[in-house]
């Protein structure tokens, strides 16, 4: 389940289950999202994007849900592996032109 | 990694010292950008640029100073006004085109002796 950490929240999940992490964005002129997952002492690494014209994309073990409505974005990892355990974070373009907004972030435990 | 490189993985500061962390880029990016992140914490923009020789401040720009001379290299500087400067330093580019991927080096930690 989830919890609240010191600084970040965080997923503890059982390795092989799925996992969901979710993010709440905060601009109605977002137009592109994207989730980062970022390993201790690396840099964020891009995992998958998504437009505001689809509500869903699939990558490899990965899908991104887009609910325009209540501006909420979801990350779901499949069978998840001891490997998918770091800090996720979502990001969004808002009105700028190149600029992003990123999330606070969540921490994922896989437990073997 | 992305194409992008930044140098030293770590770097020790003494205090009242200036100290200029490099960000490289071959992914030919007009766009490039300064993140600091401190633990667990998630990340804040310091500077980014659009094009040579223009960059612009962000939420966190006291204390630190950019150039951006080549298209290749953003080079940031934590100078001795920047009071609390360890954390990790993150640089990344994007092209300048509306909803554009930026891809990130592999950072810099700071640390003051």
């Known amino acids: 389940g989830e919890s609240v950490g010191l600084h970040l929240p965080t997923l503890s999940v059982q390795e092989g289950d799925n996992s969901i992490i979710n993010c709440a964005y905060s601009n109605s002129a977002s137009d592109y999202f994207i989730w980062y997952k970022q390993e201790s002492g690396k840099g964020p690494q891009f995992i998958i994007d998504i437009r505001s014209n689809m509500d869903k994309r699939q990558g490899q073990r990965v899908t991104v849900l887009l609910n325009k409505t209540v501006k909420h974005l979801s990350l779901q990892i499949a069978a998840t592996q001891p490997g998918d355990s770091a800090v996720y974070f979502c990001a969004e373009n808002g009105d700028s032109s190149y600029k992003l907004i990123f999330g606070s972030g969540t921490r994922l435990l896989v437990r073997p | 990694d992305g194409g992008i490189t930044q140098s030293p993985k770590y770097l020790f500061r003494k205090e009242g010292q200036n100290v200029t962390l490099s960000c490289e880029q071959n992914?030919?990016?007009?766009?490039m950008y300064w993140y600091r992140q401190d633990p667990g914490q998630g990340l804040r923009l310091i500077y980014y640029s659009q094009i040579v020789n223009d960059f612009q401040k962000g939420d966190i720009a006291e204390g630190y100073s950019v150039s951006r001379e080549k298209k290749e290299s953003f080079p940031l500087t934590v100078t001795s006004a920047q009071k609390n400067p360890t954390a990790f330093y993150l640089c990344?580019?994007?092209?300048?085109?509306?909803?554009?991927?930026?891809?990130f080096g592999p950072g810099t930690r700071l640390l003051v002796l």
């Open positions: 992914l030919n990016h007009d766009a």
């Open positions: 990344a580019s994007s092209s300048r085109e509306r909803g554009e991927t930026q891809y």
